[in-house]
């Protein structure tokens, strides 16, 4: 017994059947995850390290270098790029897609260990963290409240940080903005000099006096007891009562020559949230996290911290989940309108609503049976997943439609509802498990990309294949049972005006196209000219530039951010002021929900706007239009200083910054030996990038040196005053930056936090040259100035240093508008090879340029392969070589809607449009099964080939034009999606949609016409 007509004769056995998969995919539903993206293996690792006083070069030679050459050997490194600035260094691992995270990280700590020994002594301990170091936040917040500004950062950093720390995905939380509290110890330099004592003495003494420390024990008849020196600070004014020795054995109080107070140290960053000064917490995920599980994580930490300090004001300014939940609903929501509109169409087509009910439990039941295996596969909601479930529709439905159809004509010739169910199923058993066969392995080469798209989209096609599968086994089993239920009373034929009108409409399209099919086929050489000559036109669209190319389609996730840089050496309250004049004129924007600044940190002529949007629902104006208008308002108003505006793009995650701070479209790499013939092929390349139509905020990572005083030594007079550079160094350093001399614990007066004791001399910070010279300096018992032991000279400093894959790089970077960003590469680099840039400076393309080459091969690669495997497996369903290739015709014929169709619809080649290709490939072909199958099934039963096709194509017509109808109405809601996440959906909608009507026109003429041409001629008689 067949399974058909098992199902038939069994209708609660089979139902029961197929509920145990809808039991268990509902089961599955609630347990699946959700995230704006699949999983990506993200194999980025950041090092950082400090080494205090240190120059650029000194970090390079002394760390970088030595670091790079151990950790340049690791295995499956794609990338290694360093960047030296003073006092730090940090290293950038980027693995291929093969790599295993946790692997790569022991490896890289193993290397790391190897190496310290040979690092300088005073270089901190390298810290590694599994994030890229130039990554986005994926939660920004402010924390507001009515106390001093160093009292809230002291409570965020010792405590809300470190609740945030804990919730699951965090890697990181950097706390921005407030002040920090410390000891100041400020030395008059003339006292120090009249006492013949030193910074490093003082700061010693103060230190050496701050102890805690247990002495052993003691013990009597009846007890044990532990014995300790407790000489540690309770306050500042404890350390005002320490004592000091000079040279000449007096003792002297520290007071005499030391104002001790309690201060808020030198401001280095504000933060503000909507103009008010705020703290601002950023929250950074780990690489492999989930995002939406991170965010709810931070979440619930941040309602339980507002619960125990209601004091506290926590603004959300910005949250990534917030997106992926719109977008993920929007995907949810074009779902249900596709299978809404399919049903509508279906409706019309199979003559009333027994036909409509046994397709729409069908879909369902495929869909959500899928759940089960997805949840076993560890698949995530996501919008990959869910657009494979979007575009899978016309699939579903297709199966459906080819089994009702067939059984609805069998009822026609008066067979019983029973016997026309089976019967119908099974003739059109064979070209239904060809149909499904080759969505399977159309779909499975996307499995085998290993590369970043590839990771996007296999659970794109692992799912569209799960779905298809199933939906193969429910046309078997349900369809066929519910027809044989539900078209009982339906033998005699309905009535109605809609339907009598329905009947003419069809016969007339019946006897319209035997007509043109018959003038086809005796004109076949001029539709065949006339198709080639438009597949040839519309494929020329590309090399032409009509069409573009570019990596992803933007997305409007309603929140940009704003880079700010002063000139190198301006202070910090000149950066504050800039930033709090484009902070002003954000907020007039009537879009904008919140506006987060944060200036200074890292460096004093830096700052960061973050900005929140109300959704892109509620407002009139896009994205691109709010901050092209920012861009005219910082030409306009902040000619002095360097702004970038940037929109945040979850579309290409996964892509580092390649050591950037921003992700931008163009972004090329310059390598060479030599820093001069860099900076140099940085401008030549920055004056060629100016010149290119659509490039826009052209910038290189090439900063003009920090102004700097800079000490020589004379090595004559150090050895005339016995002393060393050592002694030089220490007086030098300790004068400007100050020593920390231990810590006030567990001060009251900073939430409970250790507070840094600094010794420095009074007003160093206002040094002017002369004023340096007159810092004393040990030598040999007695004291001398710092002007007799060396000169003091104004100059330049480097800013940073950086080095990819062991060679020192600049980073020239590029974003564009209103030009796809292929165009952009080939002009560039047509212009490149005939300016050409100094000897010994190469270059490479990075960011979305090197993802772009990669993805497209990729996907190529995947096309031809499933192609390959396409005509393989109807080799051996049809037994013949050559009819395989008549019906893949249908792709190329496809391709001829699909390119008109992004072209009027102004969309580009990008990564999801070419897989829309790769899907197209599996839908269009349906319509050549259909046909040529019912054709062979005719010239067996004797016909002719010339009156088996025309035969054929009357019989397929109707059920081709109502999948094609119903494939292409399912897409329609995707297609003209105008919500959050849409846009990546949109240009794979359109290839699918164009590709199928093209094809359904072409391959119900062409087909036709090259097979009656290989009937004719075969092909073992061409080389007779």
């Known amino acids: 017994m067949n399974i058909t007509r098992f199902s038939i004769q069994r209708p609660v056995g089979i139902t029961m059947i197929v509920m145990l998969f809808v039991v268990l995919g509902l089961y599955s539903f609630f347990r699946i995850g959700v995230e704006l993206l699949p999983a990506l293996n993200s194999p980025y690792f950041s090092i950082a390290v400090e080494y205090p006083g240190a120059s650029v070069e000194e970090v390079e030679e002394m760390v970088v270098k030595p670091l790079e050459q151990e950790l340049v050997s690791l295995s499956h490194l794609k990338r290694i790029l360093a960047i030296a600035k003073p006092e730090r260094a940090t290293i950038i691992l980027e693995f291929d897609y093969m790599a295993n995270g946790d692997i790569a990280s022991i490896d890289a700590s193993k290397a790391i260990n190897r190496v310290r020994k040979k690092l300088p002594a005073e270089v901190e301990e390298p810290v590694i963290s599994r994030r890229d170091a130039n990554a986005v936040p994926v939660m920004e917040i402010a924390v507001k409240a009515k106390y001093p500004l160093s009292d809230i950062y002291g409570k965020a950093d010792q405590i809300f940080k470190e609740r945030l720390q804990r919730a699951g995905g965090v890697s990181d939380v950097a706390v921005g903005g407030g002040r920090d509290r410390e000891i100041a110890v400020l030395v008059d330099c003339d006292k120090l000099a009249l006492y013949n004592l030193s910074l490093n003495q003082i700061a010693e003494r103060i230190k050496g006096d701050n102890l805690l420390l247990p002495a052993g024990s003691v013990y009597s008849a009846t007890q044990e007891s532990d014995v300790r020196l407790a000489a540690r600070y309770q306050s500042a004014e404890e350390i005002k009562r320490v004592y000091l020795a000079n040279s000449g054995g007096g003792a002297i109080p520290l007071t005499e020559i030391a104002e001790i107070t309690g201060q808020d140290s030198r401001a280095t960053r504000y933060g503000r949230v909507n103009g008010d000064d705020a703290i601002t917490l950023q929250v950074y995920k780990n690489s492999d996290a989930n995002i939406v599980n991170t965010v709810k994580a931070v979440q619930r930490e941040l309602a339980a911290l507002q619960d125990e300090y209601p004091e506290y004001q926590f603004i959300v300014v910005t949250n990534d989940a917030n997106y992926i939940d719109n977008a993920l609903h929007n995907t949810l929501l074009a779902l249900f309108e596709g299978i809404m509109t399919t049903g509508l169409v279906l409706f019309l087509f199979l003559r009333g609503w027994r036909s409509m009910v046994a397709v729409m439990i069908a879909i369902p039941t495929s869909l959500i049976s899928t759940f089960l295996i997805m949840y076993a596969a560890g ?375 250790d507070t840094d004791i600094v010794v420095r001399l009074k007003g160093s910070e206002y040094f002017k040259p002369s004023d340096l010279t007159t810092i004393p300096v040990k030598a040999d018992g007695k004291m001398v100035f710092l002007g007799d032991v060396a000169r003091i000279e104004e100059g330049v400093g480097p800013v940073g240093i950086t080095r990819l894959n062991k060679q020192r790089s600049l980073i020239v970077q590029a974003n564009i508008t209103d030009r796809p960003l292929n165009e952009v590469l080939q002009e560039l680099d047509s212009l490149l090879k005939e300016d050409a840039l100094p000897e010994g400076v190469t270059y490479r393309f990075g960011g979305q340029a090197a993802e772009m080459d990669s993805s497209y091969g990729e996907i190529i690669q995947a096309l031809v392969l499933s192609l390959l495997l396409v005509y393989m497996l109807l080799a051996v369903l049809y037994e013949s070589a050559f009819t395989p290739v008549i019906r893949m015709l249908s792709l190329p014929l496809g391709l001829i809607g699909s390119l008109l169709f992004l072209l009027f619809t102004n969309n580009t080649i990008n990564v999801y449009s070419l897989v829309g290709f790769l899907v197209m490939d599996g839908l269009v072909a349906k319509n050549g099964t259909l046909l040529l199958d019912y054709t062979l099934t005719l010239m067996g039963r004797g016909m002719s080939a010339y009156e088996a096709l025309v035969e054929a194509g009357k019989t397929r017509l109707r059920p081709i034009c109502m999948t094609t109808l119903t494939m292409v109405v399912g897409m329609l809601p995707t297609a003209l999606a105008l919500s959050e996440g849409a846009e990546t959906r949109v240009s794979m909608a359109w290839v699918l949609i164009g590709g199928l009507l093209s094809s359904t026109v072409f391959t119900l003429f062409v087909i036709p016409i090259v097979f009656l041409f290989f009937d004719r001629h075969p092909v073992r008689t061409w080389f007779n």
């Open 379 to 753: 698949f995530t909601f996501n919008m990959m997943s869910l657009m494979g479930m979007a575009l899978c529709i016309g699939i579903l439905v297709d199966d459906a439609i080819v089994v009702l159809e067939n059984i609805h004509r069998h009822l026609q010739l008066g067979k019983p509802p029973a016997v026309a169910a089976e019967e119908g199923r099974n003739e059109i058993g064979t070209a239904a498990i060809a149909i499904t066969l080759c969505d399977v392995v159309v779909f499975l080469p996307i499995a085998f990309m290993t590369d970043m798209t590839g990771q996007y989209f296999r659970q794109f096609g692992l799912t569209i294949v799960f779905a298809t599968l199933f939906s193969l086994f429910i046309s078997f089993t349900l369809t066929p049972m519910l027809a044989a239920r539900l078209f009982s009373s339906e033998a005699a034929p309905v009535s109605g005006r809609i339907w009598t009108f329905m009947d003419r409409l069809e016969t007339a399209a019946v006897d319209k196209y035997e007509k043109l099919l018959r003038r086809s086929l005796a004109h076949g050489r001029r539709v065949i000219a006339g198709v080639l000559i438009l597949l040839v036109g519309t494929v020329a669209l590309i090399p032409l530039g009509v069409i573009g190319a570019e990596y992803m389609p933007r997305t409007d996730e309603s929140n940009f951010r704003v880079s700010v840089e002063l000139p190198v050496g301006q202070n910090l309250e000149m950066t504050d002021a800039v930033i709090s004049q484009l902070e002003q004129y954000i907020l007039t924007i009537p879009e904008v929900t919140y506006c987060l600044s944060n200036v200074g940190g890292s460096s004093s002529n830096w700052g960061r706007l973050t900005v929140q949007l109300v959704g892109k629902r509620e407002r009139d104006r896009s994205i691109w239009e709010i901050t092209e208008d920012v861009r005219n308002f910082a030409r306009r108003q902040l000619a002095h200083a360097s702004v970038r505006v940037y929109e945040t793009e979850s579309s290409v995650a996964g892509i580092s910054t390649g050591g950037a701070e921003i992700h931008s479209p163009v972004l090329i790499y310059l390598l060479g030996s030599d820093m001069a013939d860099l900076v140099r092929a940085s401008y030549q390349l920055q004056a060629i990038l100016a010149n290119i139509e659509g490039t826009k905020e052209i910038r290189s990572n090439y900063r003009v040196g920090v102004p700097e005083f800079k000490l020589t030594v004379d090595r004559e007079k150090l050895k005339f005053f016995t002393t060393s550079v050592q002694d030089v160094k220490e007086a030098f350093a300790g004068a400007i930056n100050g020593k920390k001399a231990g810590v006030l614990p567990n001060d009251s007066n900073n939430n409970g936090r």
